[in-house]
T-cell receptor, first 121, second 107 residues
């Protein structure tokens, strides 16, 4: 069965970096695009962007350029989100989510369990 | 960017009630709309895609309709496990925007 398993919660100081992993199982990572979605405490869902798992080419939503980096290690079926120069406002749950596409793309059909990143001095 | 506006933002209902949530898009998105359910501390779960197609395993009391700019999610008979927050999302173009959410609580 398809699963996306993310790394555990992290507590970081402002200015530090963090790398979140999202390990895919039950399917081949490179057959579906991977998205990253942020949810700040008590807030809604915010799409951060996606990575083409065939080419490794990332696309970042406005507001997520510069400090945010999407990457892959296809040898271990894992997608990564790295956030550099962390700020208090980066405190949130971060989700990876697979895009279900046929002729077009229809939905995010499988989601990781989420990774809580807390930024505090 | 396409903005999605859900109404209401908060809904209080009883078990057995028929519940309808509306999602309005700032421009036409054909039928490229999905609905998700999120419970506290959990990841969102896909309910419906391309406006009206029920995801495998989702109970038939959930249904979706609409096209263009106006969409609805209907729960025909609310069950205790349906109390959650519901989000719409458009996949017509990038960025893949979400609505602000509708929280369904027990009356």
């Amino acid at each position: 069965q398809v699963q996306l398993v993310q790394s555990g919660s992290e507590l970081k100081k402002p200015g530090a970096s963090v790398k979140v992993s999202c390990k895919a199982s039950g399917y081949t990572l490179t057959t579906y695009a991977m998205n990253w979605v942020r949810q700040a405490p008590g807030q809604g869902l915010e799409w951060m962007g996606w990575i083409n798992t065939n080419t490794g080419n990332p696309t970042y939503a406005q507001g997520f350029t510069g400090r945010f980096v999407f990457s892959l290690d296809t040898s271990v079926s894992t997608a990564f989100l790295q956030i550099n120069s962390l700020k208090a406002e980066d405190t949130a749950v971060y989700y990876c989510a697979r895009t279900y596409c046929g002729a077009d793309c229809y939905a995010f059909d499988f989601w990781g369990q989420g990774t809580m990143i807390t930024v505090s001095s | 960017d396409i903005q999605l506006t859900q109404s209401p933002s908060f809904l209080s209902a009883s078990v057995g009630d028929r519940v309808t949530i509306t999602c309005r898009a700032s421009q036409g998105i054909s039928s490229y709309l999905a609905w998700y359910q999120q419970k506290p501390g959990k990841a969102p779960k896909l309910l419906i895609y391309v406006a009206s197609t029920l995801q495998s395993g989702v109970p038939s009391r959930f249904s979706g309709s609409g096209s263009g700019t106006e969409f609805t999610l209907t729960i025909s008979s609310l069950q205790p496990e349906d109390f959650a927050t519901y989000y719409c999302q458009q996949l017509n173009e990038y960025p893949r925007t979400f609505g602000q959410g509708t929280k369904v609580e027990i009356k």
